[in-house]
């Protein structure tokens, strides 16, 4: 079984609608992620939260909001969804960085989430 | 000016050939440095992490300049396998945390 879990895995919607996608983790890491990607521009990070209490913005928090319902659940919601949303959306795990190792990030499969 | 950037390819190459990626990053103050690799429509999985020393890891070499900011993948006797895309990834310390900046990736095509 997978490690990260993203649901779903592919979305369509209308413009003004409410979207959440959700993301599970068994591998007991306390940081999670979203980003999202974009061809040409990269992984993008929306938001970022390092333990159940500690919620965070990325550098494109715009339009986004996240819950962290348990250390194992992270759920990213487009409040009213617009069509430059649309993107490949991912999920992502850390056990955070120590001794100079670095914050290797395991992903989610990803969210495909086309906003017409 | 990116923080980080990479050529995007695609670099095409045949089977059993070498080939080298580099990556340039902008800010000084970058502390780790990783390549991710992507396949077509997956998830990024960490391909290897970049140490001062330049490192092996089977058939392929990261190396990192500090002086000139840059850091390199060397591929030797490509597989067709190794099609994919390379991501090249900086790590810096901000005062919210660590702050991870992803390259939008090299594409590789390995051809019979």
């Known amino acids: 079984d997978a490690d990260v879990t993203q649901t779903p895995r592919n979305r369509i919607t209308k413009t003004g609608k409410r979207i959440m996608l959700e993301c599970s983790q068994t591998?007991?890491?306390?940081?999670m992620y979203w980003y999202r990607q974009d061809p040409g521009l990269g992984l993008r990070l929306i938001y970022y939260?390092?333990?159940?209490?500690?919620?965070n913005k990325g550098e494109i928090s715009d339009g986004y909001s996240v819950s962290r319902q348990a250390q194992a659940k992270f759920s990213l919601s487009l409040e009213s969804a617009i069509p430059n949303q649309t993107a490949l959306y991912f999920c992502?795990?850390?056990?955070?960085?120590?001794?100079?190792?670095?914050?290797?990030?395991?992903f989610g499969p990803g969210t495909r989430l086309t906003v017409l | 000016r990116k923080e980080v950037e990479q050529d995007p390819g695609p670099f095409n190459v045949p089977e059993g050939a070498t080939v080298a990626f580099n990556c340039t990053y902008s800010?000084?103050?970058?502390?780790?440095f990783f390549w991710y690799r992507q396949d077509c429509r997956k998830e990024p999985k960490l391909l290897m992490s970049?140490?001062?020393s330049g490192n092996e890891d089977g058939r392929f070499t990261a190396q990192l300049n500090r002086a000139s900011q840059y850091i390199s993948l060397l591929i030797r006797d490509s597989k067709l396998s190794d099609s994919a895309t390379y991501l090249c990834?900086?790590?810096?310390?901000?005062?919210?945390?660590?702050?991870?900046?992803f390259g939008t990736g090299t594409q590789l095509k390995v051809e019979l």
């Open positions: 992502a795990t850390s056990v955070g960085a120590s001794g100079g190792l670095g914050d290797t990030q395991y």
């Open positions: 591998k007991g890491h306390d940081r």
């Open positions: 939260s390092f333990d159940v209490k500690d919620i």
């Open positions: 800010n000084s103050a970058s502390q780790s």
């Open positions: 970049v140490y001062s």
């Open positions: 990834v900086v790590q810096r310390l901000t005062g919210g945390g660590n702050k991870l900046t």
